[in-house]
């Protein structure tokens, strides 16, 4: 993850970008060897921030999604989760399934900030594209189940990281802020009734919707903390 998240950096910079944020967001948020990536590189680490991508606003020209997942559910896909593969069956907006990526996404959108490129396993690309047709997604593997998969050298996908970047970028005018449509009706579905009672308790403004569901409204994804 560290030399995929270095090539992303290197061709960013190299386009002409004066300013690379990373934000290592998964788990407890300190999985990167952070002096090998890019020296120019400004890093943004550990848990506890008030909402997803902490600092951004719309200053920033996109955003990419190095090592994300595939949806919870996701057949033949590498590790598929929706942030927290122990606790959430699924996370709805607006009725409709979505993953991390488009959530993770509509925050950044909010801002007007489009998702450039997403590095993921090819079920993790496809759903990319399936909410954002524009962004440019590398395959780093091809999935055949949470525990297995056919993967290119390490060599070979930080080169196509970089080769995808440079191309989003030369594509920025075609890139679009992915935002839903306000207000934001979400729903969460466990996976145990713990989980739920819990929730029901720590989660102000989320109402009980049946089974192992619970449901809100946001005014907008600025407000969604996973």
């Not at 196509?160 to 920025?172: C, D, G, K, N």
Request: glycine share 10%.
């Amino acid at each position: 993850a560290t030399r995929e998240t270095d090539a992303a950096a290197r061709a960013l910079f190299d386009a002409g970008a004066e300013k690379v944020v990373v934000w290592d967001n998964h788990g407890f948020g300190a999985n990167l060897v952070f002096d090998r990536l890019d020296r120019r590189c400004e890093v943004l680490l550990g848990t506890g921030f008030g909402r997803r991508f902490p600092l951004l606003d719309d200053s920033y020209a996109g955003v990419l999604m190095i090592g994300y997942h595939a949806m919870e559910g996701t057949s033949d896909a590498v590790l598929a989760h929706t942030y927290s593969p122990g606790a959430y069956r699924a996370i709805r907006v607006h009725g409709q399934a979505v993953g991390e990526m488009a959530l993770d996404a509509a925050v950044a959108g909010e801002l007007g900030v489009p998702l450039l490129l997403v590095a993921s396993d090819d079920k993790g690309c496809a759903e990319a594209r399936r909410f954002m047709p524009w962004v440019e997604t590398v395959a780093t593997k091809q999935g055949f189940g949470r525990n297995c998969a056919h993967s290119k050298h390490p060599a070979v996908a930080e080169e196509e990281i970089y080769q995808a970047t440079r191309r989003a970028v030369e594509r920025l005018h075609e890139m679009q802020p992915l935002v839903f449509p306000h207000p934001v009706a979400l729903e969460i579905e466990f996976k145990k009734p713990l989980q739920v009672l819990k929730a029901r308790i720590r989660r102000q403004g989320w109402c009980y919707a049946g089974g192992l569901r619970l449901k809100t409204e946001l005014g907008s994804m600025l407000e969604w903390k996973c």
